[in-house]
C-alpha cells in the first residue's frame, strides 16, 4: 500500500493524458485532457498516467478542456459523479445530446444517470476543471460510445478496438490481426438508452453549490448517498463540509476516504502527516488511519469528502 505522502496529489503536480479517448482527434474534442488520480480510471490509452493506484471500491479522476472544447457523447454502468472545480461547464445528454442540458458553476455536483449518453463542454472563458467520481474498481469496465462518434474517430485516425484498447492510424498503428474493431451498437441495443427529459435529471441528480454551503453550515452536508440530497447507492457516498462542519476532532477512518477542497485551504492531518491543500488537490485516506480537515485560512471554505461504502457498484438506484 502506498505511503501517506503518496496519497496526496496537488492540482499543480497533475499529469494529463492527451490521447486518452476515441475522439482524441476529432474537431472540437482535441484539446481536452484526461487526469486519473486514484484507481485505473476508464481512459483507453497506454499514455495515461496513473497517480494513485490503489484500490478502493471507486475511482478519482478529472477532465481538464479550454474554451468551447467539448467531450464526446458516451454511457457508463456505474456511477460517473462530476463537480466543477474551475470554470463553466454545459452537460448535454441523448443519443445525439438534444434529450437535455444545463450549465454547471463552480462547486455544482452532478450524479449523472447509469445508462444513458452524456458529453460536456467548457463554455467558461478559460482552460477548465471537473473532478470526477467513478463507480467500482474498474469504473464499470470502460466507456460506451455513441456509435456516431466512433464513426467520427474512425475519420480521423483512431481505432477502438474490441478490446478497448485505441489504436492511432496517424502514428502508424493498426488493429492486432487478432483483435477486431469495436462494435457499433445496434438500433435495437440503443433502444436501451433513454433520452431522459431536463426535468427529471436537474430536479433528482444535480446540487447546487451554494444549496451545500447553506445545508453544511452546521453539519456536513450528505450530497449523494440513500438520504442524500441526491439519493443514490453507488458504492460511495459524498458529503460537503464547510468551516462550520469542518473535522476538528480526528477521525478513524473505517472504509476509504477521499478528501477534495473545494474552496479555500484546508488543513489535512493523516495520522502524523500534515498538508494544506486547495482546490483540486486531493488527499486519500485509508482504513485505520486518522484524520481531521479544517480551514487554515479566513475567508470561504468548502470541501468534498468520498467515502466507500458496502454497496455494489452499478446501475443508478431508486428507491
Request: charged share 20%; hydrophobic share 40%; aromatic share 8%.
Amino acid at each position: 500500500m502506498s505511503t501517506i505522502e503518496q496519497r496526496i496529489v496537488r492540482y499543480g503536480e497533475l499529469k494529463p493524458c492527451k490521447t486518452a479517448f476515441i475522439d482524441a482527434h476529432t474537431p472540437g474534442s482535441d484539446l481536452k485532457e484526461n487526469f486519473t488520480i486514484i484507481g485505473g480510471g476508464v481512459s483507453e490509452s497506454p499514455d495515461q498516467h496513473v497517480h494513485i493506484s490503489d484500490k478502493i471500491g471507486f475511482n478519482i479522476g478529472a477532465a481538464g478542456q479550454p474554451p468551447k472544447c467539448r467531450n464526446s457523447l458516451h454511457s457508463h454502468t456505474t456511477a460517473e459523479v462530476f463537480f466543477v472545480a474551475k470554470g463553466r461547464w454545459r452537460f448535454f445528454w441523448g443519443l445525439h445530446g438534444t434529450a437535455g442540458e444545463f450549465t454547471a458553476e463552480e462547486g455544482d455536483i452532478f450524479n449523472i444517470p447509469t445508462g444513458i449518453f452524456r458529453g460536456f463542454e467548457n463554455i467558461g472563458t478559460d482552460y477548465g476543471m471537473i473532478m470526477a467520481v467513478l463507480g467500482g474498481d474498474d469504473a464499470g469496465g470502460g466507456v460506451t460510445w455513441a456509435p456516431h462518434v466512433i464513426q467520427d474517430a474512425q475519420a480521423h485516425g483512431l481505432m477502438l478496438g474490441e478490446n478497448g484498447v485505441l489504436y492511432d492510424s496517424k502514428k502508424g498503428q493498426e488493429l492486432p490481426h487478432n483483435v477486431g474493431p469495436m462494435p457499433l451498437l445496434s438500433e435495437e441495443e440503443l433502444k436501451a438508452y433513454p433520452e431522459v427529459p431536463v426535468d427529471a435529471v436537474i430536479g433528482t441528480y444535480v446540487a447546487r453549490y451554494w444549496d451545500l454551503m447553506a445545508l453544511g453550515a452546521n453539519k456536513p452536508a450528505v450530497v449523494i448517498g440513500e438520504n442524500g440530497l441526491i439519493k443514490d447507492k453507488p458504492g460511495f457516498e459524498v458529503d460537503f463540509l464547510t468551516r462550520g462542519s469542518a473535522v476538528t476532532t480526528p477521525i478513524k477512518a473505517e472504509k476509504p476516504v477521499v478528501l477534495m477542497p473545494m474552496r479555500g485551504h484546508w488543513r489535512i492531518c493523516i495520522n502524523d502527516v500534515e498538508v494544506v491543500l486547495s482546490n483540486g488537490d486531493t488527499a486519500l485516506v485509508m482504513p485505520g488511519e486518522t484524520y481531521g480537515a479544517e480551514p487554515s485560512m479566513t475567508g470561504e471554505a468548502s470541501l468534498y469528502r468520498i467515502t466507500a461504502t458496502d454497496d455494489p457498484a452499478g446501475t443508478t438506484w431508486t428507491r
